[in-house]
């Protein structure tokens, strides 16, 4: 799985961005998706993940209520649509893929910068 995030950029606290992740192969649906995000001299955190079918989501405490993840099986896309951005948002963010419920994410993107100022 190749993996190819956009959408970061520079914006004001209380503003928004969306990010986007496309995704190379023909199992997209079967791929859950999840974005973390990592500041520099700390591990990437965790932000959010999908299922599949998009029917399961799951959210940091950190964001949740302000960011939403989705998905667009018919064109390999994985969105994380960010409102209310804080300063504390400002990181790299990464797409990041596996098979199956459980374990690690082995495939990633090459990340895409927020910068949320104050």
């Known amino acids: 799985v190749q993996l190819q995030a956009s959408g970061g950029g520079l914006v004001q606290a209380g503003g928004s961005l969306r990010l986007s992740c496309a995704a190379s192969g023909r199992t997209f649906s079967s791929i859950r998706m999840a974005w973390f995000r990592q500041v520099p001299r700390k591990e990437r955190d965790f932000v959010a993940a999908?299922?599949?079918?998009?029917?399961?989501?799951n959210y940091a405490d950190s964001v949740k209520g302000r960011f939403t993840i989705s998905r667009d099986n018919a064109k390999n896309l994985v969105y994380l649509q960010m409102d209310n951005l804080k300063p504390e948002d400002t990181g790299v963010y990464y797409c990041?893929?596996?098979?199956?419920?459980?374990?690690?994410?082995?495939?990633w993107g090459q990340g895409t910068l927020v910068t949320v100022s104050s």
């Open positions: 999908i299922s599949g079918s998009g029917d399961r989501t």
């Open positions: 990041a893929a596996r098979y199956g419920a459980g374990g690690s994410y082995p495939y």
